[in-house]
């Protein structure tokens, strides 16, 4: 009775060893994919030029991170600032858009250099294109951009663009002609319909999401047969059934 009973608990310390090994196993394919991001810009010093805040450097801010398609930069500034992205480096080195052509510059928030009371405002910018892309803030002619408000970072695949950034066409979003009848002034945005805001990466549905993808995208690269380790554990199990 003694040495059976022994033999049972034996069988189920085994079996309960080998699920542990599954878990670990699925969990450490779903840590290879990681997660699109919200970045917020500068973190706490926000979105401005040095001659508002002399302790800002987007550069070295945005050399400590990796971005890949999805992911969202988070700019907190006020009117008095605008946010720039752009695809042209001659644009960005002169830090203003005159020499923009057709789907290479979009501006997120225009400026108000004129407001005596500037009102806070927050600006997301989704990451849409691969490669190099430039930001800065061109108001005063230029003169926030020249004064550290600028940098620029380089994008990679990651997994792709989610499906609510997707547009129909899969281009990234371009200037259309501007609705102030200026042809000088800043572009306004071509946005997909469907066009959605930072998410919250922290939700239990995109974590759950995130492994489905994980584990989908790990075994395509690493070539891994998911089945096999679900079959070994039964063939094991069924050794001391």
């Given at each position: 009775?003694?040495?059976?009973?022994?033999?049972?608990?034996?069988?189920?310390?085994?079996?309960?060893?080998?699920?542990?090994?599954?878990?670990?196993?699925?969990?450490?394919?779903?840590?290879?994919?990681?997660?699109y991001e919200n970045y917020t810009v500068g973190d706490s010093f926000g979105w401005y030029d040095t001659l508002e805040n002399p302790d800002v450097d987007y550069e070295k801010w945005a050399s400590s991170k990796n971005f890949s398609l999805g992911d969202f930069l988070i700019f907190n500034t006020d009117n008095n600032h605008s946010v720039i992205q752009t695809y042209n480096f001659t644009t960005y080195k002169l830090c203003g858009y005159e020499d923009s052509t057709d789907n290479d510059t979009i501006q997120w928030s225009s400026a108000n250099p004129s407001s005596t009371d500037p009102q806070k405002i927050t600006v997301s910018v989704p990451?849409?294109?691969?490669?190099?892309?430039?930001?800065?803030?061109?108001?005063?002619?230029?003169?926030?951009?020249?004064?550290?408000?600028?940098?620029?970072?380089?994008?990679?695949?990651?997994?792709?663009?989610?499906?609510?950034?997707?547009?129909?066409?899969?281009?990234?979003?371009?200037?259309?002609?501007?609705?102030?009848?200026?042809?000088?002034?800043?572009?306004?945005?071509?946005?997909?319909?469907?066009?959605?805001?930072?998410?919250?990466?922290?939700?239990?549905?995109?974590k759950e999401s995130s492994q489905s993808v994980s584990l989908f995208a790990s075994s395509k690269f690493w070539e891994v047969k998911l089945y096999g380790a679900p079959f070994l554990v039964g063939i094991l199990c069924l050794g001391y059934w």
């Open positions: 009775m003694d040495h059976s009973s022994s033999r049972d608990r034996r069988s189920g310390l085994q079996l309960q060893y080998l699920i542990l090994l599954y878990i670990i196993f699925l969990q450490s394919f779903s840590g290879l994919v990681e997660s990451l849409m294109k691969v490669g190099m892309t430039y930001f800065f803030s061109s108001d005063y002619d230029g003169e926030q951009c020249n004064y550290g408000q600028h940098f620029k970072i380089s994008v990679t695949y990651g997994q792709g663009l989610p499906p609510d950034l997707k547009s129909p066409s899969d281009e990234s979003p371009g200037p259309v002609s501007p609705e102030s009848g200026d042809d000088e002034a800043a572009p306004d945005t071509i946005v997909p319909a469907n066009f959605d805001n930072p998410r919250d990466t922290s939700t239990d549905d995109e």
